[in-house]
C-alpha cells in the first residue's frame, strides 16, 4: 500500500529537550513538507523539500530543524529553542510541479504535548 | 502576502441538504487550488482540486468553482450525510509547490 507514515502518533517531551518526528513516504515523491497545526487553526508550513540534500525554510521554521537525506524520509528535530511547541504536526509529499497532479498527501500526523 | 480565508467558521447543515463552503484568496497569480477534509485527530484528505484555467470541476457529490475575477473558490457538496462532518481546508499552490492553508470550515450535520 503506497502511503505517507508518520511515528509515533502521540509525542511527549520535557522542557529542554529535543524530539524528532519522522515521516517516511513509499509514493516515490520528490517533494516533501512539514506543517504545523493549533487547535481550531489551519497549517503552517515549517520546512519543505524538493529533492534529496535540499530544503528551505517555511514560514515558522524558527526552533526547528529536518533533514533529506533519503528521497523517502524527511525527519523534523523540535529543538530546545522552539518555545511553544504542543502542537499537531503533519508531514505531506507531493510529486514536484511540472509532473502532473501536484496534490499533497498527508500522514496521519503527530500530536506533540511538552509536559 | 499570499493568504487565503475562509468566510465562515462554522456551518451546520440537515442531513440530505447541500452544503456550500466558500474561501477566498489574495494571489491572483495562483494556479491551482485544492479542497482537503479534516476528520478530527487525523491528517487531511484531498477532495477535489482545480486549475486556473478552469470555472468548474465536478467529483462524486461534490464541485469546486473558482471565480478568478473575484478570487473566490467554494466547494459544493450535494445531499449532505453525516460522515461529511469535518474541518475543510481550502488551499493555494504557491512557488515551489508550497500551499497555504486557510483556517478552514467545520461543517456539522445534523440527522
Known amino acids: 500500500d503506497g502511503g505517507i507514515t508518520q511515528s509515533p502518533k502521540y509525542l511527549f517531551r520535557k522542557e529542554g529537550q529535543n524530539v524528532t518526528l519522522s515521516c517516511e513516504q513509499n509514493?516515490?515523491?520528490?517533494?516533501m513538507y512539514w506543517y504545523r497545526q493549533d487547535p481550531g487553526q489551519g497549517l503552517r508550513l515549517i520546512y519543505y523539500?524538493?529533492?534529496?540534500?535540499?530544503?528551505q525554510k517555511g514560514d515558522i521554521a524558527e526552533g526547528y530543524s529536518v533533514s533529506r537525506e533519503k528521497k523517502e524520509s524527511f525527519p523534523l528535530t523540535v529543538t530546545s529553542a522552539q518555545k511553544n511547541p504542543t502542537a499537531f504536526y503533519l508531514c505531506?509529499?507531493?510529486?514536484?510541479?511540472?509532473?502532473?497532479?501536484?496534490?499533497?498527501?498527508f500522514g496521519q500526523g503527530t500530536r506533540l504535548t511538552v509536559v | 502576502g499570499e493568504s487565503v480565508g475562509l468566510h465562515l467558521p462554522t456551518l451546520s447543515v440537515q442531513e440530505g441538504d447541500n452544503s456550500i463552503i466558500n474561501c477566498a484568496y489574495s494571489?491572483?497569480?495562483?494556479?491551482?487550488f485544492i479542497w482537503y477534509k479534516q476528520e478530527s485527530g487525523k491528517g487531511p484528505q484531498f477532495i477535489i482540486d482545480?486549475?486556473?484555467?478552469?470555472d468548474k470541476r465536478q467529483g462524486q457529490r461534490v464541485t469546486v468553482l473558482l471565480n478568478k475575477t473575484v478570487k473566490h473558490l467554494s466547494l459544493q457538496i450535494a445531499a449532505t450525510q453525516p460522515g461529511d462532518s469535518a474541518v475543510y481546508f481550502c488551499?493555494?499552490?504557491?512557488?515551489?509547490?508550497?500551499?497555504?492553508f486557510g483556517a478552514g470550515t467545520r461543517l456539522a450535520v445534523h440527522p
Open positions: 509514493l516515490n515523491h520528490d517533494a
Open positions: 494571489n491572483s497569480a495562483s494556479d491551482y
Open positions: 488551499a493555494e499552490k504557491g512557488g515551489y509547490n508550497k500551499l497555504i
Open positions: 523539500s524538493q529533492i534529496v540534500n535540499d530544503f
Open positions: 505531506a509529499s507531493s510529486r514536484r510541479q511540472g509532473e502532473g497532479n501536484t496534490e499533497a498527501f
Open positions: 482545480i486549475r486556473s484555467n478552469m
